[in-house]
């Protein structure tokens, strides 16, 4: 045992707790240095009775400064906010409890320190560590019993659960190392910037009924799912019969028509290609079912659509076979958006686009993402980017902010974060480093840790809570959002999977062009028992009843843009590096792209945030 | 004549069964030609070999004696390739009657070819291929493609393989050019073996995307085929050659665990067989073989650490594959090579061998019954998976009591006593023995493994010295502790190993500590003990003392140490004497804790004590230098008196100095005078596979009959329902209008008037129920008749229907039907070479009758209790196996005498009396039946047969399970148009059936089983080596060895005894503990009790790998399901209405909130429990947030808690 291990126990005596970085520091001290540095300590702790973790920065202040000056400069230094950050109004038996349990994670932390240096001396000491613990865990002390007496046979044991411990402990002093480098990127920036947006009031509206948090009825009987399937159905075809000003005929009636031209509007249950290539489908309403036949020459011509999903809602014109069996078709009818010129505002302001920042992940992109927050604070190479950074105003996220636990098998083999709410905490202190006036609209997706099946509510409050409140908007996925005048539909894109399966158009390398095949059905999932899972609400969250000025998406890792009859569509790129997985399935994400818009100029030029450069382009 | 070799007498025991069914095949067939069946002749050809049976199963017509002379000429599978170059030559018939006469010689040659490499059993060659094409090269060249399906996996990996090598010499001998592939086909497999591993399942290898581009660039035809899975891929959609844009689960299955995975085999046929092309191969070879090497490394197999003496420890790595992942409810008995787990004791007994292996019964009872006869392990080595049986020849388990006695438990009654009625067991420290055959190391080519100190290692010593024993002893097998300690010193051979104790479980400091503890010990006569003063006057009394110790041993003396368990050093000697396995009973008096020591012999010699007399007492000395050297330190530590004392005693340890003695047996091997071997150097890890089955084959819903009547009888399919309410239902069936009364008829014969009817398959056709049952039942002569479970409608493709009169009369003898038309019965397959008349209770008059006359030793059978080595084709079956195949006799006589008006066959009653019948044996995804005769039945739930027995069905003895059946009710009830006209219909049915047993057309995995009396002495210290298994193949003989001659059939060997086949738990726990609860806690509990088993690490991995992917697969399946309706509707999504579109009633959810929650509760209390992780902890928590946002009406619960405020 080295003299480092007196010094941390006569520190531990004092209260004071030593962060991992400033533990290897002391380690290469003189011990004239140590002596004077413990004796400024002791000194400073007389005056003030905080509990201090001696951190980077405070042992540079020991170092650096004299120790009356730092007593007077911290006198009144609230040091519980510094380490526990915003909760202030958290009562203060609370405060102490966190503070409990951030000490005793921190003892654990040196704890493990102290094992894990012992352990390059001898092996045998472990023992001791594991000793001290039964003796503070009463409960365990029948089962330590056992493993105490298993002796030589245990060793093997032993070794391996302490090197589990060592392992946990060294995560845990990472975790603290990483926030601590977090909570420094505004710091750290040349405060002088001026932003423009900063005299820009924020204007953020959530259309309450898009978002399903605290809402949800759905109990998972058998009449939910009739509700909510009815529901769709209703909406789409009020929509559809609306916009073509046509009434639809009720399918079980429809026989009666025979050699009659008529209208109808279903729900797709089935669609069936014949050996000459023509398509029958199966459609429903809420009082029966008709076959209607899609000649193939028509679908070639493309004077009706082919490419029809199951379940998506559909009119059909088109005149019933003499035998009242099916209808011929002569035009088909999608609720799909109506063309408008995109809607812009008069105020230059600029809005960031973010999906899929997978926090967690060993694949995330610390460095690359810490270089976008120093952007959002105005630490810019050119005018044009000065401009930009200068009037960004909103930051718009569509889920997947952390990559989860429990995603899928084995993934915490791909966590260098295991702990969910951590992830999250870390996502938070980023979003903590950006200035105040730019406001987030962050919704959820399927890595977050909420239900998988959509519509997904929003974080929950205690998630919600780590994150700075006064600018940040929490949403549900999908949901709608008026920002600043323009609607935004948040979705985050689970859907994408089983599109591309279904339309031949529909391709992963453009993601625009499984957008507006959405949009087009005016449903963000159209059919239902793909691997998207969808939880039956008394209402379809997922439709798209409004048409939206911008359609915000994620979830496939790779950026694009497009305008579909006056509809910015987005979908916003990742954080995360290319996975195992995406390089078996030959998926090649682009990362670090953040499509930045403004918000007076819609549909004509797409900033792109690359990397760390800014580009521009036309879209 | 019989093509195979044998004796007189077991060419007698052939021709008999031959001819018995033969005589049984007359009968049903002078039945069958009275028209009354769906077809009117027997439908299972009889083979004698493999050529019949390639020619039954998948023809052509008159191949099979050209196959065998082939075979005979070149070998199995040079021959394949030459009968497929003979057919597609035109040999057997040139198809011109196909639709593409090209194309039916090309697949006729492959599926031919298939079955010859597969010998003729396996459904492969019929079911795994779906068709082979001649297809177009974009470059107008033509080449081959074979279609796989599924059922291609029961050919296994080479034999999948060999196939596509089949394939490419059929293309070159029709002069067709190679499968050009473009790179959207190329890619399209690399995308699809991705997608089937994550979407369908892992494949037994993982190649990378490299290695299927060069294989799919260079295999010579196209391996392609049908969709198998509904799971559609992404990419390379739409190919204008792959028809399907969904998982080809078949071809993938061929590419990957054939030609990838068994490259190396390939490659040998192909220099073998001179076959140009594939070449290629090697370099795929190379290229793998330096990656596994590289992964074998990591695994670090084994080192011999060579730096010590011979008391060296051997470094043999734990394999940890077996406990990847765990099933809820189904224990681990032991982690991976684990101290205390299982001890490798090489040998066989009668029955084991073959993927079985032999645990004592008494540790069957202390796993708390979940080790039963039959049950599947899952076991680290050397094989993946083995079958429980009892053998109790060899060691015992050791068990820690409450009392804190430790014993040996060699009585199954007394593990019986204190674990399950007592609940007295409070450890397990360890579990005994478990027996592996060289065989099964042979068959895995797994290194053979230092062997443990054994009695036949010992004997074999003796045997090799010329050290005559027998006299010395009174039972060499059950040595008293100062026979054992006398002997080995008069003789200077090593302690027995009866006494010889698990030293190496302990350090070395530990030994000195515990020569310390034991030096304060008094040998008391006794006298001492019934004195006055004495302390354990009453010891006689007690019952531990009395059920372990009181026997006939003549103990003069007892080694007696006064025991404090408060004092921390106390504690820790005690703990020692637990680990090292040595038996002591703690017993009390006066308040006075004592430790008793029966054996004290061989533990003090051991350990260097010198034990001298001085008057009346005896005086301990130990003058071993070690120990005097450290004796100051040892003084300290016996100070150790409190809980804090722990750290001392580790401090001490290092104080110790014993730095030129390598371990505690190099310790002991310088204490003792005697040579003390090293008891275990493996211990064998394992945990519960899957419960041992015997239960009649029942569909679902159970049927008696494959009679059709929709939905006219109801959820419960009962004809009388139908009946009753006069109701009938539209039938999909061949039906046709009797041209003489007009009857709308099923049957061939009309059932009104018993005219030829010409059936045609007819939808929407109404049956008159009631006719048919009026009819039926006046042809068997009854009145009534309870209740007869029919079945909704015919699978098969014309829809012949089974007569009603056969379901009537199966109701009445309570037995269930197939849906090829049989009565099965299934069970797990467990070898058995050799039994004794009482273990299958049929007497000993009835098995001479059956050509038992002598028993092993040439010895005349008089006694129920002579070992009789069991023929080849007779099988023991369980009780209630026999049971109900009493009903199938009587259902058979009735069918017989009632319905076809002929004599009945059985005529039995009792269950000895079916001794003697003929069954046939068969296992699922083959399509060829063995016969077998039964021989008797067991108590256990086990199919008893002879090895032999089941490679002839292509099932080694690891805890699969297959059917029999009687041979009568195959001959009459069978119909190929009974069976599914679907993918995988014709498995499990016995298109052909084999009458005599030929080992050497068997599968193969049996002739490497062994055949011993005695492994030879060269190979217990060869095996110290570990050498691998080949090269000590020549010092043990097997079933290989003796092919082909006499000997095959008869004088096989076993070196352990097992007293009785059927001792130990009949049903293991996991079959008789109810809720999923129950049986996780029950579980953990034997984990908890198993001192080689963390229970922590089980609970974590239970939930990990079973609990959380059904939660969140369920939650999932929530979200996506379909609905249901009572009508057998089934709809993708609910559909608008909200009622069945057929029929109008309420629908029903697929997946309920029940499915789903399921395990929450189960898991978040185990979690609790046994302290899982954080990251398992939140998992389950994220798992249950999600599962109440789905089920909780958030609305209502906000009402609720304004309603309160209110």
Known sequence: ?619 | MLHVKTSEDMKDYFENILKDVMSTYDVAKSCRSKNLDVYNEIEIPLAKDMADRVEGIVGPAQVSQRIRDLVSELGKEPASLEIAKEIVEGNFGGFENAESPRDALAEQAVRTALAVITEGIVAAPLEGIAGVKIKKNFDGTEYLAIYFAGPIRSAGGTAQALAVLVGDYVRKNMGLDIYKPIDDEIERYVEEVELHQSEVGNFQYSPKPEEIRIAVKNISVEITGEATDPVDISGHRDLERVETNQIRGGALLALVEGVLLKAPKILRHVDKLKIQGWDWLKDLKSKKSSDEDSIEEENGDFELDMTGSEHADVKIDAITKYIGDVIAGRPVFAHPSTLGGFRLRYGRSRNTGFATDGFHPSTMYLSDEFMAIGTQLKTERPGKATCVVPVDGIDAPIVKLTSGSVFKVKSPDLAKKYNLDLKEVSEILFLGDILVNYGDFLENNHTILPSSWCIEWYEQILKSKNIGYNEFFKDFNDPTPSEAVKFAKETKTPLHPEFTYHWHDVSKEDILKLIYFLADGKLLSLEDITSSESNISEIFKNEQYEDFYDKNWNLEHFYVLKYDNTTEYQKYCKRLLELIGIPHLVYSENNIKNIIIFEYEPVLESLGFELTKSGDNFKLVNNNEYYLNNLAILEEFSKCTDFNSKKQIKELDSNINLSKILNSMHLINLLSKISIKRNCYVYVGARMGRPEKAASRKMKPPVNGLFPIGNSGGMVRLINNAIEDNANDDLDISVGTCPNCGFLSAYKKCPQCGAEVNLKRTQNVRLSLKDYWKIALANLSLNKCGDVKCIKGMSSKDKLIEPLEKAILRAINEVYVFKDGTTRFDCTDVPITHFKASEVHTSVEKLKELGYSHDIHGNELFDENQVLELKVQDVIVPKSCMEYFVNVSNFIDDLLEKYYGVGRFYNISTLGELAGQLIIGMAPHTSAGMVGRIVGYSIANVGYAHPYFHASKRRNCDGDEDAFFLLLDAFLNFSKKFLPDKRGGQMDAPLVLTTLLDPKEVDGEVHNMDTLWGYPLEFYEKSIDMPTPKEVKDLIETVDDRLGTEKQYEGLGYTHETTRVDSGPLICSYKTLGSMFEKTTAQLEVGKKIRATDERDVAEKVIQTHFVPDLIGNLRAFSRQGVRCKCGAKYRRMPLKGTCKKCNSKLILTVSKGAVEKYMDVSQSMAEKYEASDYIKQRLELIREGIDSLFVNERNKQFRIDDFFK
Not at chain 1, 294 to 315: A, Q, R, S, V, Y
Not at chain 1, 601 to 616: C, P, Q, R, T, Y
Request: charge should be negative.
């Open chain 1, 1 to 619: 045992m080295g003299p480092i291990m007196d010094i941390i126990k006569l520190l531990l005596d004092l209260e004071i707790l030593v962060s991992p970085t400033c533990y290897n520091r002391l380690k290469s001290f003189k011990k004239p240095d140590l002596e004077n540095l413990i004796s400024k300590i002791s000194k400073f702790k007389n005056s003030k009775k905080d509990f201090i973790l001696l951190d980077n920065h405070f042992m540079d202040s020991f170092l650096n400064n004299d120790v009356n000056d730092l007593i007077i400069e911290y006198a009144n230094f609230d040091f519980i906010k510094y380490y526990i950050g915003n909760n202030k109004e958290v009562q203060n038996q609370e405060i102490m409890s966190k503070l409990d349990k951030k000490l005793s994670e921190e003892y654990a932390l040196i704890d493990s320190e102290i094992k894990s240096e012992k352990s390059i001396e001898s092996k045998n000491t472990k023992e001791i560590a594991s000793n001290e613990k039964s003796l503070t865990n009463l409960e365990n002390l029948e089962k330590n019993d056992k493993i105490n007496l298993d002796l030589k046979e245990g060793t093997n044991n032993d070794e391996e659960k302490s090197e589990a411990d060592i392992q946990r402990d060294l995560k845990l002093a990472n975790r603290l190392e990483r926030f601590e480098k977090i909570k420094s990127i505004r710091k750290s920036i040349n405060s002088s910037f001026k932003f423009d947006s900063k005299d820009i009031e924020t204007q953020v509206k959530v259309y309450e009924d898009t978002d399903v948090t605290g809402n949800s009825t759905c109990e998972g009987t058998l009449d939910d799912f009739i509700t909510y399937f009815r529901d769709r159905y209703e909406t789409l075809k009020t929509i559809i019969e609306r916009k073509y000003q046509k009434k639809s005929y009720p399918l079980n009636k429809a026989y009666t028509k025979k050699n009659e031209k008529i209208f109808l509007v279903g729900i797709i249950s089935d669609v069936n290609t014949t050996k000459n290539g023509h398509k029958m489908v199966e459609i429903e309403d809420q009082k029966g079912d008709f076959k209607v036949l899609i000649m193939k020459n028509k679908i070639d011509n493309k004077e009706i659509f082919g490419d029809i999903l199951l379940d998506e809602i559909m009119g059909f014109e088109g005149t019933v076979s003499n035998d009242g069996r099916l209808m011929f078709v002569d035009k088909t009818y999608r609720p799909d958006v109506d063309v408008k010129p995109a809607k812009k505002i008069d105020e230059e302001i600029y809005t960031a686009f973010l999906s899929d920042v997978h926090v967690g992940s060993h694949e995330f992109m610390a460095k690359t993402f810490e270089k976008f927050i120093r952007f959002l604070n105005g630490e810019v190479g050119n005018s044009k980017e000065q401009n930009i950074a200068s009037k960004l105003k909103y930051v718009s996220i569509a889920g997947d902010l952390v990559d989860g636990v429990g995603i899928y098998p084995g993934q915490e083999e791909d966590l260098y974060e295991v702990d969910i709410v951590s992830q999250y905490e870390e996502v938070a202190n980023y979003i903590a480093q950006v200035p105040e006036h730019i406001h987030f609209v962050i919704g959820p997706g399927n890595h977050d840790a909420l239900r998988p099946a959509e519509p997904q509510p929003t974080f929950t409050q205690e998630i919600r809570d780590l994150f700075p409140k006064e600018n940040v908007t929490f949403v549900s996925n999908p949901c709608s959002v008026n920002i600043h005048g323009l609607d935004y539909l948040l979705y985050h894109g689970r859907s994408f999977d089983d599109v591309i399966g279904q339309i031949s158009e529909a391709q992963y390398t453009n993601p625009c062009s499984i957008m507006q095949e959405l949009l087009k059905r005016r449903h963000l999932c159209p059919t239902y028992g793909g691997r998207c899972p969808i939880a039956p609400e008394v209402r379809d969250y997922l439709v798209i009843d409004k048409k939206p000025d911008i359609f915000h998406t994620g979830h496939i890792h790779i950026n694009g843009c497009g305008n579909y009859k006056g509809t910015i569509m987005v979908n916003s790129g990742t954080f995360q590096e290319q996975t195992s997985f995406q390089k078996k399935m030959g998926i090649s994400p682009t990362p670090a792209i953040v499509p930045i818009m403004d918000m007076s100029n819609m549909g004509k030029i797409v900033h792109e945030w690359d990397n760390g450069a800014l580009n521009s382009k036309i879209m």
